[in-house]
């Protein structure tokens, strides 16, 4: 379990409120990226609930998302996108 202090707020939360999270982020393979070669459309990847994690409008999810897609939040997100971003929360 982790545990860490909310220092900006972005959305959701409130400036000093601690959030918990799991043990782990699984990261694996997978071929559900954008491309027109395997090469191009398989990558390790971060497979995210969108409605419990708000990512900004910058990192790209796969498949992409309609207005109509209520039941299946579970969105991919490149591993090296996904690492930069917590990077750049880090400082």
Not at 9 to 31: D, H, N, S, T, W
Not at 41 to 54: A, E, I, P, S
Not at 77 to 88: P, S
Request: glycine share 8%.
């Amino acid at each position: 379990m982790y545990k860490s202090k909310v220092l900006t707020v972005f959305k959701g939360a409130q400036q000093g409120q601690y959030l918990f999270f799991g043990p782990y982020v699984p990261i694996r393979y997978e071929c559900a990226f954008d491309g027109k070669v395997p090469s191009e459309r398989c990558d390790y990847g971060v497979r995210l609930n969108t409605d419990q994690v708000k990512l900004p409008s910058g990192i790209k999810t796969y498949p992409g998302t309609s207005r109509d897609d209520f039941v299946d939040a579970n969105r991919w997100v490149r591993k090296d996108a996904f690492l930069h971003l917590l990077k750049t929360l880090q400082k």
